[in-house]
């Protein structure tokens, strides 16, 4: 059973940059799948931040304006997220999850998700 | 930039069939996920590929598309389907993830 956990400081100061950890296990990372970070603001909707696969080719959504990077640790089984220059609209629950995509775009969804963590972006 | 939209609320009694919308331009070409979200809970993988009941999803969850438009209908709505629903796909590039705003499903 693949069961994901992410792990971070849960405030950060603006300007800074956000990083968290997301810790697999059941699964290998090197198995295959893509491996994805999505957030949610409080009370909004969900938004897609990027994904990776464990060659560490990676790709990132637009909107962030290149803030996100993603890695991948597939010798402690991880992947990881930094977001630079953070301001009170990064504050947001972010949650990671296994990442399926297959060719020419026939399947791409989400499943297993993390149980979240809350980052709150504050002086 | 490519957009999802759907109703923000529903609302249905007990026993009743609830249907719940999710358009976007790019549909006809490229897939359709739902996901399920409840109160302090991560989201649930509900629907993929347009119609495919996700692992342990009861079967009174079904999806359909026609054109630009997917629909998650429930059927025999409980009170435990009450959540927010969420779909997903991708833009016509195949590349881009994105979320539709959600819909609030309210069981009454």
């Known amino acids: 059973q693949v069961q994901l956990q992410e792990s971070g400081p849960g405030l950060v100061k603006p300007s800074e940059t956000l990083s968290l950890t997301c810790i697999v296990s059941?699964?290998?990372?090197?198995?295959?799948?893509?491996w994805g970070w999505i957030r949610q603001p409080p009370g909004k909707g969900l938004e897609w931040i990027g994904s990776?696969?464990?060659?560490?080719?990676?790709y990132n959504n637009p909107s962030l304006k290149s803030r996100a990077t993603i890695s991948v640790d597939t010798s402690n089984n991880q992947f990881s997220l930094k977001l630079s220059s953070v301001t009170a609209a990064d504050t947001a629950v972010y949650y990671c999850?296994?990442?399926?995509?297959?060719?020419?775009?026939?399947?791409?969804?989400?499943?297993?998700w993390g149980q979240g963590t809350l980052v709150t972006v504050s002086s | 930039s490519y957009e999802l939209t759907q109703p923000p609320s529903v609302s249905v009694s007990p026993g009743q069939t609830a249907r719940i919308t999710c358009s976007g331009d790019a549909l006809p070409n490229q897939n359709a996920y739902w996901y399920q979200q409840k109160p302090g809970q991560a989201p649930v993988l509900v629907i993929y590929k347009d119609t495919e009941r996700a692992s342990g999803i009861p079967e009174r969850f079904s999806g359909s598309s026609s054109g630009t438009t997917v629909t998650l209908t429930i059927s025999g709505v409980q009170a435990e389907d009450e959540a927010d629903y969420y779909c997903q796909s991708v833009d016509s590039s195949g590349i881009f993830v994105v979320f539709g705003g959600g819909t609030k499903l309210t069981v009454l």
């Open positions: 990776i696969y464990h060659s560490g080719s990676s």
């Open positions: 999850a296994r990442h399926r995509i297959a060719a020419a775009g026939t399947e791409n969804w989400f499943d297993p």
């Open positions: 059941g699964y290998s990372i090197s198995s295959g799948y893509h």
